[in-house]
């Protein structure tokens, strides 16, 4: 059975992930996973946290687990079934761990709903998309799971050559599963040639031509701005981002934030 991993907060854009998450769940047949990481009092610390209110935490995690469990088991008319644990520890690194053992189909999370630096579910939402190496889904407030027969995939030159090929196998996954059609948008720098471009992309494409994907190339200085300024004109369920490990490739560093923050789609994670 596939295994969509959701980690949880007290947050309204976590709550409406697990139900998004559970739409999921029910087309597909997985199992979902509630899990709440309660960040553990520091022993080190000048001022330890109280045991009592310690406790009252814990209580408050299994709560907010309990009640969500509840609500997707009455969604779903019982037919998703649902698993709660509470880890506790340091956020990040709990949720690798927990990823490691159940190796998730998907990973959901709430996106943010204010920068990276004013709200800790987003700094972990982002973090997750940047290190967690297992397929993570996004969701902006308020979205609602409408299938995703459109899948939207950003992408650069280096991602023809490493990222693509790599992720192929879950594209087929996706396929099988939503009957996903992609499209590949490539935002086109000053000095590229929109046809060397376009001939970088056959060797590619042939490795999906089940699939028989469209290629978009769009003229912008700026990917994000670029990638924006798309979707505003071309309807799409999903947008695809590959994270990248090289640092140095200003097109990944900067994209996830700026995209996390302004995208109306739910945004879909990949590493190579």
Not at 82 to 101: M, P, S
Not at 122 to 135: G, S, V
Request: glycine share 6%; aromatic share 8%.
């Amino acid at each position: 059975m596939r295994k969509i991993v959701v980690p949880v907060g007290f947050g309204a854009n976590s709550a409406n992930a697990a139900r998004y998450a559970a739409s999921i769940g029910l087309v597909t047949g997985s199992e979902i996973q509630l899990v709440h990481v309660l960040q553990s009092p520091s022993i080190f610390s000048h001022h330890p946290m109280p045991g009592p209110l310690f406790s009252e935490m814990q209580d408050s995690g299994y709560k907010l687990l309990n009640t969500l469990r509840d609500e997707i088991s009455g969604r779903t008319g019982n037919k998703v079934r649902v698993t709660t644990a509470l880890e506790i520890g340091n956020i990040d690194q709990r949720l690798k761990a927990y990823c490691a053992k159940y190796r998730p189909f998907l990973v959901v999370m709430g996106a943010p709903a204010s920068a990276p630096d004013q709200d800790l579910g987003a700094a972990h939402t982002l973090e997750a998309m940047k290190r967690l190496p297992y397929p993570l889904l996004a969701i902006p407030q308020n979205a609602s799971f409408h299938g995703a027969p459109k899948v939207i995939i950003a992408c650069d030159r280096e991602d023809i050559f490493s990222g693509l090929s790599a992720i192929i196998p879950y594209l087929r996954e996706l396929h099988d599963v939503f009957g996903s059609r992609f499209e590949i948008v490539h935002i086109v720098h000053d000095g590229e040639s929109f046809q060397e471009t376009q001939s970088e992309y056959e060797g590619w494409k042939k490795e999906l031509e089940a699939f028989q994907p469209g290629l978009q190339l769009v003229r912008r200085t700026n990917v994000d701005e670029g990638i924006n300024d798309y979707l505003e004109h071309h309807a799409a369920d999903w947008l695809l981002v590959l994270p990248k490990k090289h640092a140095a490739l200003e097109f990944h560093k900067s994209r996830s934030k700026d995209i996390l923050l302004h995208c109306p789609l739910p945004i879909l994670s990949l590493h190579e």
